[in-house]
């Protein structure tokens, strides 16, 4: 009669040492892919945020030239965020508002964004032209086409 107890051991599945260290190699290369892609959008989000903020700045200065006949001047970071409280111009770790520069018929609003410290203004010129700027001082370089800076965004 064979023994059983010898039968019963072959009989045990499990993995082998190989084929654990195969599974592990495979989940390394796979976060190795999704890291780098996941921080990437972190970073998008966080321009994003500024953008916004920039915009949001724009609708508030000509919010405030409405009220004051059609001139900008006296359209301080400040008497932004009153006019528009969601404005943020103190929080460090969100994108706020930077500067606003202002003449009687022209002025840049800038917003800068949380972890990467790139700049996106809004330039509005005395012909009525508006531009939006981007300088990036990032080494991800956020600005449209991946560029330190841009007349676009």
């Given at each position: ?14 993995f082998t040492l ?127 086409g991946h560029t ?6």
């Amino acid at each position: 009669m064979p023994d059983l107890s010898i039968q019963n051991a072959r009989d045990e599945g499990g993995f082998t040492l190989i084929e654990l260290l195969v599974v592990i190699l495979i989940i390394g290369i796979l976060a190795a892919i999704a890291i780098p892609a996941l921080l990437g959008q972190k970073s998008k989000a966080y321009d994003s945020s500024a953008k916004t903020v920039a915009q949001t700045a724009q609708t508030a200065i000509e919010t405030y030239s409405t009220e004051n006949n059609g001139e900008y001047t006296g359209g301080t970071a400040k008497k932004l965020n009153e006019l528009e409280p969601s404005l943020n111009t103190s929080k460090a770790n969100e994108a706020k508002l930077e500067a606003t520069i202002v003449t009687s018929d022209e002025y840049t609003v800038t917003a800068v964004a949380a972890n990467t410290g790139d700049k996106y203004s809004v330039v509005r010129k005395a012909n009525g032209e508006v531009e939006h700027k981007c300088v990036s001082t990032s080494t991800l370089l956020g600005c449209p086409g991946h560029t330190a800076s841009s007349n676009s965004w």
